[in-house]
């Protein structure tokens, strides 16, 4: 009883003082969103950033910093660039099209973000001319230029089990003489979206409750890797194809490539930006509709408080913990045309409640998912959004971690894409096939096969959290979706779930409170 | 001496000729064969279950052995011995394991059969499955949501709890790690047990003999299918490389690998797939 009442006590302090210093340091915030490298600004305990749906609010638990020399917010290569420039505290600590689109207009082209290297859609274009960034301010999408053929993974050299072609090239990039596959340097450039840096405590988490898979990696049954600079076990949760295994590592691969740095960052360095990746919690904090999603009246999954009091890398698949936690207190049981009309805020509860109950309860064949369906799960699995790829309690991502093509690379599935380049795999005789494409695979994005030369690892990439949605279209790796709505469609497609319409509405409405 | 009649006599040859084909007093019948898996929905809150047709008979498929289920667009090996009277998914229980064929694709390996309620679902509730403490903590916090919905964000399974620590006197172990056709990836249960040793050998020192094999699975229909050429060496490769993960030194422990795959002999034969581990107490 005691202990209850210090929990509820503890947390009624903490959202006074954390909405006490929105008032105190974070009056500007949301007027001057962007965060540009090197701002004299004092990043707050807590802060929020409107975005379309309402408001993306982060705990900075270990209190306010000043930004002006931190290595994670201050420029520190030749390109003007910092960590924040794709990781912006509005944008969910990733990085949204129409803040992009917005920053174009603000420096007419000229921020760091559209630097040639990564921010264009090849260096060797010419710069400052929208067209030859297309990819990042019509889809959000960064540069990545992927060894080929890939290099030592885990000190381990890579003899690709497969040969790659480059079939279209709309970018220019993968023929081109000075940057493209053939090069003295040979790449392969993909383009990704830049994943949130947030919540980063639970993604380096290693999985508990799913023995032995807290340590061992699902797909192969060997132990999961060992960071490199901690040589401590890691999970793989990171990034899109699993190279950074640390946030120290993800800083350091950034800083050479997206920043351009020449030297690698100091220890002390990567140790400021690794402790604030990891006291930095967010979620939605004000829906529009909804209203306020950190009140003692809404779920207590919502908000970002809830990411600081939640266990970290649990199973949320469960009678108890339903990913999200409990919506039932939004439910709502009368007559659905007598709500719309009646109390709109209401009639939305409701859905979101719905769109809860339809993510983790709702099942539907999952099949022919590569890396997914024949890691021994079977094809097809039967599985609900939230009991299958989402599991993870509080954070939506897939706890024991798995690389998986969900089609969102490879052909067939993907959503066709002429401004993406198109490779044709070509896998040996000799191993194992893509599970259900065979050892020819086209795709826009090889996704995990860059690192490990694996055919079986065409397209796989890593599933992601759930967390600031809203903050950050277009989603998936390649930001295929614009919206919350095209991915859900895309999931419908995919998966032929055959969603009512209202589901779907439902479904979108829960995601954008998260 | 008892003297039987002809009818009677005939009437013993009878009952004991029935009893000795009808499986109920010899052991059970062996089978072994490669055939398309047939998904069947048993229900919206469960997941599919796989069985397979041969020989005009349907059987249940089930994995005991981890994680290794049936895959629509590849065909199974299907190994084991067929328990009548047992029923899995709706068919006869072939008592064994299974290995998903993933060298190539098999289109025609598509059918789903809808759910026709002929087959009970089990309580899919993941608490039934938990040690009773933990069992009773989850159904605690879970009468606790209605008034303090932050219950809900508490954490219901748990880590195992650790091995116990071994005590003297300390006795050789042995392991066996079995493996579906041509794969080399270890069950999550075997795993679990190679964990155990592994903590064993801690207290108790010693040294680790390790023997990789590779078979080969006669089928009911005469064929013989032998693993691929070096997988017993993969899977000598790759468990040395788990076990160097796992912290134990290459002078430590010693691997053998058998080239040829064991000679198939219809009965068991996946058990023939395997890597044998001892650990031989320090002295």
């Known amino acids: 009883m005691y202990n209850k009442y210090l929990e509820r006590l503890t947390k009624t302090c903490t959202v006074m003082l954390a909405c ?107 710069q400052g001319k929208p067209e030859s960034h297309s990819l990042l301010l019509e889809k959000g999408l960064i540069r990545i230029a992927m060894p080929w053929p890939p290099r030592p993974f885990n000190g381990k050299p890579v003899e690709p089990e497969f040969s790659i072609e480059v079939v279209r090239d709309p970018t220019g990039c993968n023929l081109d003489p000075e940057w493209g596959i053939d090069s003295p340097s040979s790449a392969i450039s993909v383009f990704r979206r830049p994943r949130p840096v947030i919540n980063i405590a639970h993604l380096m988490e290693l999985p508990h409750g799913v023995p032995p898979f807290n340590n061992f990696f699902f797909n192969d049954a060997m132990p999961l890797p060992k960071g490199p600079d901690t040589g ?3 999970p793989q949760q990171l990034m899109a194809d699993g190279r950074g295994l640390t946030p120290k590592f993800q800083a350091t691969d950034a800083a050479l490539t997206h920043l351009q740095l020449f030297d690698a960052l100091s220890d002390d360095d990567l140790e400021e930006i690794e402790a604030f990746e990891r006291q930095i919690y967010g979620a939605q904090s004000f829906d529009n509709l909804a209203g306020d999603l950190t009140s003692p009246q809404s779920p207590p999954g919502l908000g970002p408080q809830a990411l600081v009091i939640s266990p970290k890398a649990r199973l949320g698949n469960n009678p108890l913990n339903k990913i999200f936690g409990e919506f039932s207190m939004w439910a709502s049981t009368a007559d659905e045309s007598q709500e719309v009309q009646q109390d709109k805020v209401k009639a939305f509860k409701a859905s979101v409640a719905r769109g809860s109950e339809i993510f983790r309860e709702v099942r539907f064949y999952i099949s ?118 095209e991915l859900v469609d895309f999931y419908d497609r995919r998966f032929n779930i055959g969603y009512t319409e209202q589901e779907k509405a439902d479904l979108v409405n829960f995601m954008r409170t998260l | 001496m008892r003297v039987y009649s002809p009818s009677t006599t005939l009437r013993i040859a009878i009952i004991i000729w029935t009893c000795l084909t009808s499986g109920k007093i010899l052991a059970n019948e062996h089978t072994a064969f490669v055939t398309c898996p047939i998904a069947r929905d048993i229900g919206p809150q469960s997941d599919v279950c796989f069985i397979a047709e041969y020989n005009g008979k349907t059987y249940g498929l089930f994995d005991p052995n981890g994680y290794n289920r049936p895959m629509l667009k590849h065909k199974v090996m299907v190994e084991g011995e067929v328990i009548d009277g047992e029923m899995i998914c709706g068919a006869t229980r072939i008592k064994g394991v299974l290995s998903v064929m993933r060298e190539e694709i098999s289109p025609e390996c598509n059918q789903i059969l809808p759910d026709d309620g002929s087959v009970q679902t089990k309580n ?87 023997k990789s094999y590779q078979g080969a699975t006669r089928l009911d229909n005469g064929e013989v299918m032998e693993e691929k050429s070096g997988m017993a060496e993969e899977r000598a490769d790759m468990f040395a490389e788990l076990l160097t993960e796992l912290g134990i030194s290459k002078k430590d422990y010693s691997i053998e690998v058998q080239p040829e795959s064991v000679a198939a002999t219809g009965v068991g034969d996946w058990k023939n797939r395997r890597i044998s581990v001892e650990l031989n107490p320090a002295e």
């Open chain 2, 124 to 210: 899919n509730n993941l608490f039934l499955r938990m040690p009773e403490e933990h069992r009773q903590r989850a159904f605690k916090l879970m009468a606790q949501v209605a008034d303090n919905p932050e219950a809900s964000l508490q954490e219901a399974i748990y880590d195992p709890a650790p091995f116990p620590p071994v005590k003297p006197p300390y006795v050789r172990q042995k392991l066996n790690l079995h493996y579906p056709f041509n794969s080399k990836r270890s069950s999550g249960p075997e795993l679990r047990k190679l964990l155990y040793l592994i903590h064993y050998a801690k207290f108790s020192g010693g040294h680790f003999v390790v």
């Open chain 1, 20 to 126: 006490f210093s929105v008032f105190l340091v974070d009056a500007a915030e949301q007027s001057s969103s962007w965060w540009s490298p090197g701002d004299d600004r004092v990043f707050p305990r807590f802060s929020e950033y409107q975005n379309a749906s309402g408001r993306f609010g982060i705990i900075n638990t270990a209190g306010p910093i000043d930004t002006s020399k931190h290595p994670f917010f201050a420029a520190k290569g030749p390109n003007g660039r910092a960590c924040v420039t794709c990781h912006q505290p509005s944008d969910a600590m990733s990085l949204s099209v129409s803040t992009i689109q917005q920053r174009w207009r603000d420096t007419k082209g000229t921020d760091p973000l559209f630097a040639a290297i990564d921010g264009s859609n090849c260096p060797s274009l010419p």
């Open chain 1, 368 to 485: 022919d998912v590569g890396m997914y369906n024949d890691k021994g799960l079977g094809n097809p699995f039967k599985r609900s959004c939230g009991s299958g790829c989402h599991n993870t309690l509080s954070m939506g991502m897939d706890l024991s971690p798995g690389f998986m093509d969900l089609g969102l690379n490879n052909f067939p599935w993907q959503n066709r894409r002429n401004d993406l380049p198109l490779f044709k795999i070509t896998c040996r005789d000799d191993v194992l096939p893509q599970s259900f494409l065979g050892r020819e695979i086209y795709t826009h994005d090889p996704g995990r096969a860059l690192i490990t030369g694996k055919c079986t690892d065409v397209g796989a990439t890593m599933t992601q959290q759930l967390r600031g949605l809203a903050a950050r279209a277009p989603y998936f790796a390649g930001g295929a979706a614009a919206n919350l709505r």
């Open chain 1, 232 to 234: 401590l076990t890691v």
